[in-house]
C-alpha cells in the first residue's frame, strides 16, 4: 500500500549537501535508528514531507530541495552585532555556536561569523538556509495508515 498523507511512517535516509558533505543521517554508530513522523503534519521539511507520498515499504528514493522549500534563504535581519562584554569571557572564534536566551527564556542559537574588538557579528539563521538539501531516503515501515 502507498504511503498518504495522515500515515504514520519510519524512514532512514542520509542528508547531504550539493559538495557532498553529510549533515543528517538516520544511521548512527552502524545502526539505523529510522525517523518516524505523520506525513503532511508539518513536522518536518516541506520537500522530505511530499517526497514519501506514494512509496511504498522498501522503495528508495532520491531527491532534491531548493533552499527555498527547505530551510529558506537567510534573512539579513537574523544577523546581529552584539556588544563584545554581553558575551562568555572564554576566547571566541568565527564559526563558533553559541546559544542566547531571548527576553521570554527561550535559547536562540547563533554562529560567530566576526569577531570585532567592541562587537562580534553573530548569525542567528538556520545553519542550512541558503543551501538546498539532497536526501537518500527508503521507506522501512507503515507504522499505521
Known amino acids: 500500500m502507498p504511503v498518504k498523507k495522515g500515515d504514520k511512517v519510519k524512514v532512514d535516509y542520509?542528508?547531504?549537501?550539493?559538495?557532498?558533505?553529510?549533515?543528517?543521517?538516520?544511521?548512527?554508530?552502524?545502526?539505523?535508528?529510522?525517523?518516524?513522523?505523520?506525513?503532511?503534519?508539518?513536522?518536518?521539511?516541506?520537500?522530505?514531507?511530499?517526497?514519501v507520498v506514494g512509496m511504498e515499504v522498501d522503495d528508495e528514493k532520491?531527491?532534491?530541495?531548493?533552499?527555498?522549500?527547505?530551510?529558506?534563504?537567510?534573512?539579513?535581519?537574523?544577523?546581529?552585532?552584539?556588544?563584545r562584554e554581553h558575551l562568555p569571557k572564554e576566547e571566541l572564534k568565527e564559526g563558533m555556536m553559541l546559544a542566547m536566551s531571548l527576553p521570554n527564556g527561550q535559547q536562540i542559537p547563533g554562529t560567530i561569523k566576526e569577531i570585532g574588538e567592541k562587537e562580534v557579528?553573530?548569525?542567528?539563521?538556520?545553519?542550512l538556509a541558503g543551501k538546498a538539501l539532497?536526501?537518500?531516503?527508503?521507506?522501512?515501515?507503515?507504522?499505521?495508515?
Open 14 to 51: 542520509t542528508g547531504t549537501l550539493d559538495d557532498g558533505t553529510v549533515f543528517d543521517s538516520s544511521t548512527h554508530d552502524g545502526h539505523s535508528h529510522p525517523l518516524e513522523f505523520e506525513v503532511g503534519s508539518g513536522q518536518l521539511i516541506k520537500g522530505f514531507d511530499e517526497a
Open 62 to 83: 532520491d531527491i532534491h530541495i531548493e533552499a527555498k522549500d527547505a530551510y529558506g534563504d537567510p534573512n539579513p535581519q537574523l544577523m546581529q552585532k552584539v556588544p
Open 121 to 127: 557579528t553573530i548569525d542567528f539563521n538556520h545553519p
Open 134 to 145: 539532497n536526501f537518500k531516503i527508503k521507506l522501512v515501515e507503515i507504522v499505521s495508515g
